[in-house]
């Protein structure tokens, strides 16, 4: 009578095992989630306003690239674009990462937004951009 019943052990240890199996399963794909991006390039833009002088103000921009899970050379270029138009342009490479900064001097008459634009490029040939 025991082995119709809904507590029998065989199905005890058969749902015990899927159960098992699933959380293991979601265990795994969690720690994909933060894992598989560790092992991935980075790439990184910002601007501020370098004040340090007050009488010599500077919009600095600056343009990161890290792709430290190979040995190979990587370059960045970084652009930095005000609202009028006026642009500076620098670029650094090494192996594994590459950082450059530029910097545009303060005007009162060229407001609003400032835009970096990054271009990567790697040994092997492939380039993108970042914005």
Not at 7 to 18: R, V
Not at 19 to 44: H, N
Not at 85 to 91: F, L, Y
């Given at each position: 009578?025991?082995?119709?019943?809904?507590?029998?052990?065989?199905?005890?240890?058969?749902?015990?095992?899927?159960?098992?199996?699933?959380?293991?399963?979601?265990?795994?794909?969690?720690?994909?989630?933060?894992?598989?991006?560790?092992?991935?390039?980075?790439?990184?833009?910002?601007?501020?306003?370098?004040?340090?002088?007050?009488?010599?103000?500077?919009?600095?921009?600056?343009?990161?690239?890290?792709?430290?899970?190979?040995?190979?050379?990587?370059?960045?270029?970084?652009?930095?674009?005000?609202?009028?138009?006026?642009?500076?342009?620098?670029?650094?490479?090494?192996?594994?990462?590459?950082?450059?900064?530029?910097?545009?001097?303060?005007?009162?008459?060229?407001?609003?937004d400032y835009f970096v634009?990054?271009?990567?490029?790697?040994?092997?040939?492939?380039?993108?951009?970042?914005?």
């Amino acid at each position: 009578m025991l082995k119709n019943s809904p507590l029998s052990i065989p199905q005890l240890t058969t749902n015990f095992g899927k159960c098992l199996a699933s959380r293991l399963a979601g265990t795994i794909a969690l720690l994909m989630v933060f894992v598989i991006p560790a092992l991935g390039q980075t790439d990184y833009s910002d601007s501020w306003l370098d004040d340090s002088d007050p009488n010599a103000l500077f919009v600095v921009g600056v343009g990161v690239t890290d792709n430290d899970y190979s040995a190979d050379a990587i370059a960045v270029e970084t652009t930095l674009t005000s609202p009028n138009g006026r642009t500076v342009s620098g670029e650094s490479d090494d192996y594994g990462s590459a950082r450059i900064e530029v910097a545009l001097p303060w005007d009162w008459d060229d407001l609003g937004d400032y835009f970096v634009r990054l271009n990567i490029n790697h040994s092997v040939g492939a380039t993108g951009t970042a914005a």
